[in-house]
């Protein structure tokens, strides 16, 4: 259960809190694709009463593997993407660099939803419900209020709840690819420790960054010719341009159409090419062009924060009923039983003797119980639940990339970070720079491994 990063409540608000605005800028479901068969339809029915004019019919722009990008579903996205850039205030790029940077997300976003579903990644309809309502949550309006939102800003309701299933399928997809194969050893925790003056010191700095992917098994003169592009990237950004406007005209990372934001992050979790880049860099400032595996990356310091002494912290005490997903058991299976166990508690049975009866546990002897739970402690999804939930309140079953979990909330309180937690945040540090650096290889991995042909008209 201790595998999370130690931050996994600002990847919740970075996952959850910003969706609302970054879901207007995913491709659009299927339901795109009946709007414009259902629009060509009309057409043709009244074409006969009405003198001819032209018309512009759904095509389309890009194939990605087994899957299309329509011209409706890109000019549905760049639309989004210019009106989501004017409330932020960032110039816009030139509309046919906007509308390539654009389909360069899509497509990216479409090979992983593909990998995701080959895996057989799915998100029932429940499941999607209970997001919506934390993500509205989250923007503290009701899921009605959102639904509002959404539908005045032009996107139908059943498109964006499919965007939201797609990017839910994406973050699963990367837990079970990239998360849950992350391992630190004892070494690398001491060497951090050893190193790292400001582990545990609570700092964290507000970034934004532009990234110029390199494909895999680029020759050196293809590195070359993307190393000078991004130098000259770099130059314009220290020149004073828009650091925004760059990012959103040209990087090559998933929050390009947010300039490149990443908001405030702790400096010790950060990848180390980012805390290179940083190092000597005053709030305001870029750095030089840096390297990583996946990329030549540009980072801008806005901000920072904290730093000053050990951090408080709340700790949780929580106790859990866990139904493993394994090559014996499914996640059908491990979902039904795991739903049979919820009804039995909602009707009153005792939590530890069931933990003691099913759970998979290591816990299940002490009735589930966890003990005391720092943040991180416990992988992302398990946390967000957990946070959720209310001191004595059940939750309902809730998936992570362990099985299935019913999460009961003890107690709770806040303390400080003693000496004692330095080398659990510091592997939890080292964890999510892991994280960070793996996510970047694997997105890569997908869109350089799919076929992907581009039909837009100016190609």
């Known amino acids: 259960m201790r595998l999370a990063d130690r931050s996994a409540a600002l990847l919740f608000k970075r996952l959850w809190g910003t969706l609302l605005l970054a879901a207007m800028l995913l491709p659009l479901g299927a339901q795109a694709q009946s709007h414009s068969q259902s629009q060509a339809q009309n057409h043709a029915q009244t074409a006969a009463h009405r003198p001819a004019q032209p018309q512009t019919l759904d095509r389309i722009v890009a194939v990605v593997n087994e899957g299309v990008i329509t011209q409706y579903q890109l000019d549905s996205r760049t639309r989004a993407a210019t009106a989501q850039l004017h409330r932020q205030k960032v110039q816009l790029p030139p509309p046919d660099v906007l509308r390539r940077q654009v389909l360069d997300q899509m497509i990216t976003e479409r090979a992983q939803v593909q990998q995701a579903k080959e895996a057989g990644v799915r998100v029932e309809d429940n499941e999607l419900s209970q997001a919506l309502d934390r993500i509205a949550a989250n923007q503290k309006v009701s899921t009605a209020q959102m639904r509002q939102t959404v539908e005045k800003d032009g996107m139908k309701w059943n498109d964006f709840r499919e965007e939201i299933r797609d990017q839910m399928m994406i973050a699963r997809i990367r837990e079970r690819e990239v998360d849950a194969k992350i391992n630190i050893s004892p070494g690398e925790v001491d060497n951090f420790l050893a190193n790292q003056a400001s582990a545990g010191s609570g700092e964290e700095v507000?970034?934004?960054h532009i990234v110029i992917r390199i494909p895999e098994g680029a020759s050196p003169e293809t590195l070359q010719k993307l190393r000078l592009k991004a130098v000259g990237i770099d130059e314009q950004a220290k020149a004073g341009k828009d650091f925004a406007q760059l990012a959103a005209t040209y990087s090559e990372s998933n929050d390009a159409m947010q300039g490149g934001d990443l908001g405030f992050r702790p400096i010790d979790s950060l990848p180390q090419v980012m805390s290179s880049a940083i190092a000597n860099l005053k709030p305001g400032q870029v750095s030089d062009v840096v390297r990583s595996p996946s990329g030549f990356?540009?980072?801008?310091?806005?901000?920072?924060?904290?730093?000053?002494?050990?951090?408080?912290?709340?700790q949780t005490h929580a106790r859990h009923i866990l139904i493993k997903v394994t090559e014996i058991t499914s996640e059908s299976e491990a979902k039904h039983k795991i739903t049979q166990v919820h009804q039995r508690l909602k009707s009153g049975e005792d939590f530890a003797a069931l933990a003691k009866l099913y759970s998979q546990d290591g816990s299940a002897q002490k009735g589930g119980d966890l003990g005391w739970l720092y943040p991180g402690d416990t992988v992302q999804p398990f946390e967000q639940a957990m946070n959720a939930l209310k001191i004595g309140e059940i939750s309902g079953p809730v998936q992570s990339p362990f099985g299935f979990h019913i999460i009961?909330?003890?107690?709770r309180r806040t303390t400080d970070v003693s000496q004692d937690r330095q080398r659990q945040r510091a592997m939890m540090a080292l964890r999510q720079r892991k994280i960070e650096d793996a996510n970047l290889e694997w997105i890569r991995q997908v869109r350089d491994r799919s076929y992907v042909e581009i039909r837009l008209e100016d190609q």
């Open 297 to 314: 990356h540009i980072v801008k310091l806005i901000g920072r924060r904290g730093g000053s002494g050990l951090p408080q912290v709340q």
């Open 408 to 411: 009961q909330v003890l107690e």
């Open 206 to 208: 507000h970034l934004a």
